[in-house]
Antibody, heavy 114, light 106 residues
Framework: QVQLQQSGTELVKPASSVKISCKASGYTFTSNYMHWIRQQPGNGLEWIGWIYPGNGNTKYNQKFDGKATLTADKSSSTAYMQLSSLTSEDSAVYFC???????WGQGTLVTVSS | DIQMTQSPSFLSASVGDRVTINCKASQNINKYLNWYQQKLGEAPKRLIYNTNNLQTGIPSRFSGSGSGTDYTLTISSLQPEDFATYFCLQHNSLYTFGAGTKLELK
């Protein structure tokens, strides 16, 4: 069955970076877009961007251009999102999702605090 | 960018009730509209894709309809496990989520 397994909770300091992973199984990783989504406490969901692991192409929501960098490792069927120059505004749960947003990871909580 | 206006934000209902949740797009989204259910601390679960297609394994009391800019999720007879937050996603032009509807037990 399709599974997206994300890395664990992160507590990071302001101005630092963090890299979250999403390991895919149960489907062809290279043939499906991997999306990343942010959910802030009490707020709705925002699409951050997608990566197509087959060729590494990416597309970002303008709001997250320069904040998020998406990469993928075909050998391990793992997608990554790096968030840089972190502030308290970046504290949120981050999800990966694939296959037309049919399948989602369990979410990774990122807390930015000194 | 396409904006999605979801209503109501909160909905109080009883087991057995029929409820509807609406999403209005700022422009025609050609039926590229999905509906999701999310429970606290969990990932969203897709219920409906492309307006009216029921995801495998989802009970038939969930249905979707709409066209153009206006879309509706209907739950025909609420069950205890249906109390959750629901939101829509348009995927016609990039991706925009509705703000969510919290469905609570009356």
């Amino acid at each position: 069955q399709v599974q997206l397994q994300q890395s664990g909770t992160e507590l990071v300091k302001p101005a630092s970076s963090v890299k979250i992973s999403c390991k895919a199984s149960g489907y062809t990783f290279t043939s499906n877009y991997m999306h990343w989504i942010r959910q802030q406490p009490g707020n709705g969901l925002e699409w951050i961007g997608w990566i197509y692991p087959g060729n590494g192409n990416t597309k970002y929501n303008q709001k997250f251009d320069g904040k998020a960098t998406l990469t993928a490792d075909k050998s391990s069927s793992t997608a990554y999102m790096q968030l840089s120059s972190l502030t308290s505004e970046d504290s949120a749960v981050y999800f990966c999702a694939s296959r037309g947003f049919a399948y989602w990871g369990q979410g990774t909580l990122v807390t930015v605090s000194s | 960018d396409i904006q999605m206006t979801q209503s109501p934000s909160f909905l109080s209902a009883s087991v057995g009730d029929r409820v509807t949740i609406n999403c209005k797009a700022s422009q025609n989204i050609n039926k590229y509209l999905n509906w999701y259910q999310q429970k606290l601390g969990e990932a969203p679960k897709r219920l409906i894709y492309n307006t009216n297609n029921l995801q495998t394994g989802i009970p038939s009391r969930f249905s979707g309809s709409g066209s153009g800019t206006d879309y509706t999720l209907t739950i025909s007879s609420l069950q205890p496990e249906d109390f959750a937050t629901y939101f829509c996603l348009q995927h016609n032009s990039l991706y925009t989520f509705g703000a969510g509807t919290k469905l609570e037990l009356k």
